[in-house]
């Protein structure tokens, strides 16, 4: 293919060769350079969570690029200050800190407890974080990540992250020492697989924090933003960190990130202590707005919960007819895993031929990320591809 060899020809290969080239977006689609169409079920790994090419998104954008795009953070911006004021309605009393991405929102919660970690006699530096997790690939998000295969040749990473298992509380707490100063934890793990932090380890793990003095953090990179049926994924628990991270669907396909931070913790960054040139530009944030507004508009929390109550049921169903292929079913909203008995790089290929586009996460796991702007009709013709692709993907099986 003509698009591959330019692609290698140009770009550094840091990501697997591409199969696709796509040049177009409206609604829960796609479309690659040879006209064909995609049913959109990675939404840019959780990104365009409204949809590509939404018309409230495009209006203030569009709207705003024609009356300032940039000025830098040297002065206050209208827009950046309304949206930490509608983000502070959505989470709770607090102030936000803006920047770029999921990795940059979580080297700040990583700097926030270095701050709050000096302020005693002895400087405590440890957070503890959950083993499959993945908090991004800048080198301080990379130390709090465990898997090997980010991390393989990069080491020596930053010192004093320390893995737990997930939903094990006294994992968490037996590592708890003199020197730990935070948790750092997702409320679903997406590159991960697709696990679910429950309800009770994310209680038990506040607790934990308010007893040792630890900050609680939450990276709802990929979880936030409306996707699994609140506006953030912990709300479920009803749970209070003390800082979390966000990004991806925030700008609806914009870079944005932001960290929210509660109310009495607010002061440790002080003047010149952090920063980025970027970090909630006027026309990162009127994307934002834009998401926010569609999001309220068009109830899509409610939607998300709704629609990925029946995704899941159905895919259940269908995981009792593939015992061969699906294991298990996992995820909350439109944020589901597919824990398959194979890699699934096999059944995404076979998925995307029939016009599907999902993509892989850890541990044999096919994740679905639909738009949360999706139609009832759309999830009805995703399942259809779904059951033809494993179908096929059986009869490959039998008849190799
Ligand atoms: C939970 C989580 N945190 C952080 C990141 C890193 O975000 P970014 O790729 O925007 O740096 C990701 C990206 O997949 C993520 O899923």
Known sequence: MDFILKHQSFLIGN????????????????????????????????????????????????SQAEVLAHCSNLYSIPEQVRLAERLVGKIGPGKILFCNSGAEANEALIKLSRLHGDQGETKRTKILVAK????????????????????????PLLPGFVFCKLNELSDFENAIDDETVAILVES???????????????????????????????????AGIARTGEFLGFQKSGVKPDAIAMAKGLGGGFPIGAIWVEDSRTTLF???????????????CSAAHAVLDVIEKEDLTAR??????????????????????????????????????????ELVSIL?????LAVGAAGQTLRLLPPLTISQDEIEEAL???????SALEQKKIVP
């Open 132 to 155: 499959n997790g993945f908090h991004g690939r800048t080198l301080g998000a990379l130390s709090a990540t465990e898997s090997s295969k980010y991390r393989n040749g990069f080491e």
């Open 352 to 356: 995307r031929e029939n016009g599907l």
């Open 15 to 62: 990501y697997a060769s591409p199969a696709l080239e796509i040049v177009r977006g409206q609604g829960s689609y796609l479309w690659d350079s040879q006209g064909k169409k995609y049913l959109d079920f990675t939404s840019g790994i959780a990104v365009t969570n409204l949809g590509h090419s939404h018309p409230e998104w495009i209006k203030q954008v569009q």
């Open 384 to 390: 259809n591809i779904l059951r033809l692709s494993l």
């Open 188 to 222: 679903i793990q997406g590159e991960g697989g697709l696990h679910v932090a429950s309800d009770s380890f994310l209680q038990g793990i506040e607790k934990l924090c308010q007893k040792n003095n630890l900050l609680f953090l939450m990276d709802e990179v990929q």
């Open 270 to 284: 002080t003047p010149g202590s952090h920063g980025t040139t970027f970090g909630g530009s006027p026309l990162a």
């Open 304 to 345: 998300a919960k709704h629609l990925g109550n029946f995704l899941l049921q159905e895919i259940q169903q269908l995981a009792e007819k593939f015992p061969q292929q699906i294991l298990e079913v996992r995820g909350r909203g439109l944020m589901l895993g597919i824990q398959l008995t194979d890699e699934p790089s």
